[in-house]
């Protein structure tokens, strides 16, 4: 038996033809065209659902189940995509609209608990329980999976756990709170305290690893001035590793987990720079002082969400 | 069938003989006898446990399970009490020294967890899923049920919310870390805030409220204060209520479980100085506006831990 997933981000839409160990075995994207609207969103991804079974070989009905992860407010009972950020799909009813083209067992998820599932079935925390997946982005995703079931909490939304409070009366955040973890983990965070760093001193080396232009300023520069042994850049570091680290303590204390994974573009930094330090500072944290939580990489990169959609019938 | 539960506490060892339905028949209780060891307190727990069958005229082999819930770090797989604040055991093997006398399914539980098994047996959050209990006492202890299992964690030390960082450089706390929600949300954190409050203001009616001894303020001596329209204890509960909001709002975006209890003596304050500006403090900063976590007030009281003892053989 095959199974379909599909990541439908901001930028690019992906489907993947993934089999029950949680390989993909074909993958095929687009870009999300800004002009269509939800409904006709919703028949390109059945277009690229079954593009990549005819790419395969696969004949439709050897799909076991088709799962789609998207940024925002799913609900898998009702199938509808409450609310999503950027994109056109508001009380969209997208089990239905897809099922109206290709009448096939639909699953819909939120693309943090996606990630969460994909890294759990065939990634870094491959049968840890509990499996916990922080995605460091544009803001911070969070999904766990629990005695092999996603984990969901009461309506359905999945964890927030970027809005945990860390900080009181801190950074304002776009949900109305103020010291939100993501304000101090995110990409954005961290490159928000990158450009604070460089206005600050006009000679550090960022400045060149930016041409010069702050609004160029990415997720990487700091590491790579830090790199350079740049002083404001290891400065920065240690800032955005602090409060990176409150909220994993947070996850750790509360919850126990077997592993907690870190993905988006910043996990990739190198050991010494990120993981390595980060590690110290949460044992620190921890209540246990064994601390028998792992706090590792996760493995599957982008490839996590379009898995994790693909086996959404499994978990939820 | 029955059960009988036993809650392990500093002060009181208690067993109660609990039917399905998770109603005490029957209850008995001694003080803890300083000068035993742990051996002498099992002893000690199975005289209880008997006693409480044989007042209710219930046959020992009608006893499906006994369980037991201690203040401290337990592993149930080992039937090993770890750890204990303030009470003998310590590596203690509880489950082989109460077989020796009782040959009967016994399980081990950390306080907290046996108190949310309770309250979601037979108190406040009966059927709740998610179901948090959090009690306010010396410290704060937390406990999950989660698809009418207990959430142990990996180690099966179970939650430490109490040990969640809110305040990065607050407030120092016995576990080595600053700012633990513990030292904000607890009843010790409430009477230390009363107590400095009272240092500020020397009219304050908080003065006579404790006889002019500051040794005597006790958790409910700011809502006694606040009853009475006295403003420093009116200014020590808003503070109060700000701490602990921050852990509940963190529990309520991470976790959105449909209900969090609040138990502990505090939780017994009217609700107009407590629940129910809590309850908007919480709202407004939860992550989804809509708030569907309820937060309620336990209702079982020191019954809880008797009641989730007993039931732990259906929980973990």
């Known amino acids: 038996m095959y199974y379909v997933g599909i990541d439908v981000g901001g930028t690019n839409l992906v489907a993947g033809l993934v089999d029950r160990e949680g390989s993909i075995l074909r993958k095929a994207g687009v870009p999300v065209d800004k002009s269509l609207d939800g409904a006709g969103l919703c028949r390109q991804l059945v277009r690229l659902a079954v593009e990549v079974c005819r790419e395969e070989g696969v004949a ?3 799909i076991q189940a088709v799962g789609a992860g998207f940024p925002g407010l799913v609900d898998n009972r009702t199938g509808v995509v409450v609310q999503t950020a950027n994109m056109p799909f508001r009380d969209t009813p997208v089990r239905q609209l897809f099922q109206q083209e290709w009448d096939v067992p ?16 065939a990634g870094a925390a491959k049968g840890c329980d509990p499996a916990v997946v922080v995605t460091l982005g544009t803001g911070i995703g969070s999904g766990m999976v ?17 809005h945990m409070i860390i900080q009181p009366g801190g950074v304002p955040c776009g949900c109305g709170n103020h010291g939100c973890w993501e304000q101090y983990g995110s990409a954005t965070a961290l490159i928000r305290m990158t450009r604070q760093a ?11 690893l930016c041409g010069g232009d702050l609004s160029k300023v990415q997720g990487r520069t700091a590491f790579q001035g830090a790199r350079q042994g740049d002083g ?26 077997q592993i907690i994974c870190l993905g988006g573009g910043i996990s990739n930094a190198d050991d010494d ?3 390595t330090p980060l590690r110290e500072l949460v044992k620190k944290g921890s ?3 064994s601390m028998p939580t ?16 693909a086996l959404l019938c499994d978990m939820i």
């Not at 998820?109 to 079935?121: L, P, T, V």
């Not at 792992?294 to 959609?309: I, K, M, S, Y």
Request: with cysteine.
């Open 273 to 275: 720079l990120l993981l």
């Open 106 to 121: 639909f699953f819909l998820g939120n693309d943090a608990n996606c990630a969460a599932i994909g890294e759990y079935w």
């Open 60 to 62: 439709l009905d050897q």
């Open 294 to 309: 792992r706090l590792e990489r996760a493995a599957l990169g982008n490839d996590a969400g379009v898995v994790g959609a």
């Open 232 to 257: 404001a850049a290891l400065r920065v570091l240690e800032n955005y590793r602090q409060g990176l680290s409150i909220g994993l303590i947070d996850l750790v204390n509360i919850l126990q987990p």
């Open 287 to 289: 209540y246990d002082k």
């Open 198 to 208: 460089m206005e600050q001193d006009r000679h550090s080396v960022l400045w060149e």
């Open 146 to 162: 629990v005695g092999g079931r996603l984990f969901t909490g009461y309506a359905n939304s999945g964890m927030e756990a970027g």
